[in-house]
Each structure stands twice: as structure tokens, then as C-alpha cells.
């Protein structure tokens, strides 16, 4: 197990659509995406933002105020969205410092594979389905910033390389 290295803003990988996973992720690196996220005090963490340009990520939302509730998926497909939308300020491991206001559906019901090759489907509100939202915007090369509008995501942009040049 260990630590891989995030990806930060503005590697253009993170804008790169993923490909869908064919086969297995293997456990090792699904392992070291979870040892990554909590390392990185993250509750989500998509292949992408780890260099791993496939559909697939990690999420524990629980683990910060109580019992672990880790879960890996794969080939998420988001089927179903409430039509209510929520602000929320997000914060992003792929560019650090920066929170961002993210306007997302409230609930969405999600299909994915689980790394064990059984297909699921269940349905998610909150945070958790913020989490999952978010994840699932990596995997289409969309980040926080892409959320806002032009004048919004310039001055986030100014900030965010004033602190990190």
C-alpha cells in the first residue's frame, strides 16, 4: 500500500474525458487510491486525479465524523438526478485551497460496477451524493472551476495562482 501522487490544477489531464474500465481495476491500486484519499484528508478520489485516465473511483464520506464507509465504482453511470439543485462550497485534492460554490441535484440514483465485478444500483442524497457528483465530474474531465461562469472561474483562477506560483 501506498501514497500516489495527486494531479493539481492545471495538468490538462484533468480536463481529459476518461475511458470506461474493460476488465478488472486491480486491488492494489484501488487499495492505494484509499490509502491517497485519507492520506490527503479527502473523502473522494477519481482515477484521474491520480493519472489514471479510466472511469473509476473511491469514496469514504463517513470516515471523517464516524464509522468508514469506503466504497469503490466503477463505470459509474449517473441515471437519475432530482430536479431540485443545491449550493454547495466544494473543496477539490486537484486544486488545493480552493473552495468552490457547486451548484448540484440534491439526490441522483447511481449504477456502477464494484471491484469484485458485481453491478449495482442504489440511490444517494446529501453529501453523499455531492461526493459522488463530483468524483463523477473528474471522470469527464470536469473540475470545480469548470462550474462557474467566465467571470467567477477568472477571478477563482487569480486567487488560486496567486497562492500557487
Not at 90 to 97: A, D, F, K, N, T
Request: net charge negative; aromatic share 8%; glycine share 6%.
Amino acid at each position: 500500500m501506498s501514497v500516489l501522487p495527486i494531479l493539481t490544477w492545471p495538468d490538462a489531464r484533468l480536463s481529459w474525458r476518461c475511458d470506461p474500465v474493460e476488465g478488472i481495476v486491480p486491488d492494489d491500486l484501488i487499495r492505494d487510491m484509499f490509502d491517497t484519499m485519507y492520506a490527503a484528508k479527502g473523502r473522494g478520489l477519481a482515477a484521474p486525479q491520480v493519472g489514471v485516465m479510466q472511469r473509476f473511483f473511491v469514496m469514504d464520506v463517513g470516515w471523517k465524523e464516524g464509522p468508514p464507509s469506503p466504497m469503490a465504482m466503477i463505470n459509474p453511470v449517473i441515471m437519475a438526478a432530482e430536479r431540485v439543485p443545491v449550493e454547495m462550497e466544494e473543496v477539490c485534492l486537484s486544486i488545493p485551497g480552493l473552495s468552490v460554490p457547486v451548484t448540484r441535484p440534491k439526490a441522483v440514483t447511481v449504477q456502477w460496477t464494484a471491484p469484485e465485478g458485481d453491478i449495482h444500483m442504489a440511490d444517494f442524497d446529501g453529501f453523499e451524493a455531492r461526493c459522488i457528483q463530483h468524483e463523477f465530474d473528474h471522470l469527464n474531465g470536469v473540475v470545480t472551476l469548470d462550474h462557474l461562469d467566465p467571470r467567477a472561474r477568472a477571478a477563482m483562477l487569480s486567487a488560486y495562482e496567486g497562492n500557487h506560483s
